[in-house]
């Protein structure tokens, strides 16, 4: 359990740094391709300016700077006749207003921009934003109308174009700053792009990158599931030998120590001159013998069945005929005073199966339910045809399975937990025995068992075969 334990936290530790690893180097993938996209529009940007100044022999802002020029002397009038400090400053909102919304809705940069772009094939659809730096009101003396937070702590002779924000210059691409002046007004702004489907070329350069990273994580989590599978069940493979060594041990060393004091026995003085005794010792050696010549042939046949086919003797039987038969003998045989009760509805089926195969196979049953019971057996056998198929339930009043060991009680050498420690008998192949039975005759063997509750076994054989 706790090697078990030690590997799969391994294996997920292990995943875990892998796909911390991809994350890692997916985001610096993803942030030196977002880097480039904003390089390649910041040059694309220039390129267009130049062109722009150098034909159209325009900045795309000459009918900003015709309203602002009418707009600021009489504001700038207004401005210097204005002694009350809330006036003032209402004032001066009134005026970074007029400018800002001059400047969004009157500049003919965004259009000369996206003409540009299209026609040398690349994307056109952009949104712009303006970022105001400085605004000044000049005549005699020079009113301070609005200044950035930057701007206003730069010394005076650094007052030129200033770098973006960080939360601006990390979304946008700055395409330049613009300074306008005149006998009026000073104004510094810069100008700002930002592509809404910049995130999906992103995506779309990276796509491939991330389905292999996306793809290497897939893969090396299967290949860790089905490594881990393997090690468990070559594990539980591992631990069935076991059992089954150990159980076979026991089971063989019965017969043999019997054996061996019987014989000792045997010669003994007061035995050799006593024939009841003597009768009664052989009898006990031959049983003995018995069990011990049945116990290696299961396990020769179990063998022998790993290499070849089941070569089926099949005979025409009736089979309700066969069932009373096979229970009467089992009743006399080793059914240990268990009450068993048969309730069959063949309609007089005949059916083609090995008898003695068969007839192995209602004895392993009946023989669990008699081991595995911890109070008197109480047996039920209910027989009757269901789809063309000879169905037979086999049903207890013992210690039940539990729903894990349900999945593997046909395994060969498996035995629930509490026969590892002996508590019955066995050595983990009657259930194997039955299933290999069934499946030979074409059919099929399933369980319902409620631990506490007894157990429900139901063969299904078909008819026709």
Same mark, same amino acid.
């Given at each position: 359990m706790k090697k078990r334990n030690t590997v799969l936290l391994l294996g997920i530790v292990s995943i875990i740094i892998l796909i911390s690893v991809q994350i890692f180097i997916i985001r610096s993938v993803w942030k030196q391709k977002d880097e480039m996209f904003s390089l390649r529009y910041t040059m694309r940007s220039q390129e267009a300016l130049n062109m722009i100044n150098r034909r159209m022999r325009t900045d795309g802002?000459?009918?900003?700077? =015709?309203?602002?020029?009418?707009?600021?002397?009489?504001? &700038?009038?207004?401005?210097?006749?204005?002694?009350?400090?809330?006036?003032?400053?209402?004032?001066?909102?009134?005026?970074?207003?007029? =400018?800002?919304?001059?400047? *969004?809705?009157?500049?003919?940069?965004?259009? %000369? %921009?996206?003409?540009? =772009?299209?026609?040398?094939? =690349?994307?056109? *659809? $952009?949104?712009?934003?303006?970022? !105001?730096? *400085?605004?000044?009101?000049?005549?005699?003396?020079?009113? !301070?109308?609005?200044?950035?937070?930057?701007?206003? *702590?730069?010394? #005076?002779?650094?007052?030129? #174009?200033? #770098? @973006?924000p960080p939360e601006i210059s990390k979304e946008k691409i700055l395409v330049n700053w613009f300074r306008m002046e005149d006998n009026n007004y000073r104004f510094l702004f810069e100008y700002f792009i930002d592509f809404s489907d910049k995130q999906k070329v992103i995506l779309k350069e990276t796509a491939a990158y991330l389905a292999m990273s996306g793809f290497s994580i897939i893969v090396v989590v299967i290949i860790f599931m089905f490594t881990y599978r393997n090690l468990m069940e070559e594990k539980r493979l591992s631990n069935l030998k076991t059992d089954f060594i150990n159980n076979m041990t026991h089971e063989l060393k019965t017969p043999l120590s019997t054996i061996t004091v019987a014989?000792?026995? %045997?010669?003994?003085?007061? !035995?050799?001159?006593?024939?009841e005794k003597i009768l009664e010792t052989a009898k006990l050696i031959g049983k003995q013998s018995v069990h011990l010549n049945q116990l290696i042939n299961m396990i020769l046949e179990i063998s022998m069945w790993e290499r070849t086919q089941f070569q089926l003797d099949k005979k025409t039987v009736d089979i309700e005929e066969l069932m009373n038969d096979v229970v009467e003998s089992f009743k006399s045989g080793g059914g240990n005073?268990?009450? !068993?009760?048969?309730?069959? &509805? $063949?309609?007089? @089926?005949?059916? /083609?199966? /090995?008898?003695?195969? $068969?007839?192995?196979?209602?004895? &392993?049953? %009946?023989? &669990?339910?008699?081991?595995?019971?911890?109070?008197? #057996?109480?047996? +039920?056998?209910?027989? $009757?045809?269901?789809?063309?198929?000879?169905?037979?339930?086999?049903? +207890?009043?013992?210690?039940?399975?539990?729903?894990n060991d349900q999945k593997h009680v046909f395994d060969k050498f498996y035995r629930a937990s509490t026969g590892n420690i002996h508590k019955f008998k066995g050595l983990g192949l009657g259930l194997y025995y039955v299933k290999k039975i069934a499946e030979a005759h074409g059919g099929d063997v399933t369980v319902s068992s409620k631990p506490g509750k007894g157990s429900t076994f139901t063969v299904t054989l078909p008819i026709n075969q």
């Open positions: 802002f000459d009918t900003v700077r =015709f309203l602002l020029g009418r707009y600021s002397e009489r504001a &700038n009038l207004e401005l210097h006749t204005i002694k009350d400090e809330k006036e003032l400053a209402a004032k001066k909102k009134d005026i970074l207003d007029y =400018f800002t919304k001059v400047v *969004n809705q009157e500049q003919d940069l965004s259009g %000369l %921009l996206s003409s540009y =772009f299209e026609r040398r094939g =690349f994307e056109k *659809n $952009f949104k712009f934003s303006i970022v !105001i730096n *400085n605004l000044e009101m000049i005549s005699t003396d020079t009113i !301070i109308v609005y200044q950035s937070e930057g701007f206003a *702590n730069r010394r #005076p002779s650094d007052r030129g #174009p200033r #770098p @973006a014989g000792k026995t %045997l010669e003994m003085v007061q !035995i050799r001159t006593n024939e005073g268990s009450t !068993i009760t048969q309730k069959y &509805n $063949f309609c007089g @089926a005949k059916v /083609d199966l /090995d008898v003695v195969y $068969f007839t192995t196979l209602v004895n &392993n049953l %009946l023989s &669990n339910a008699v081991k595995y019971s911890d109070k008197d #057996p109480v047996i +039920d056998i209910e027989g $009757f045809i269901a789809d063309n198929n000879i169905s037979l339930k086999v049903s +207890d009043n013992g210690i039940g399975i539990s729903k």
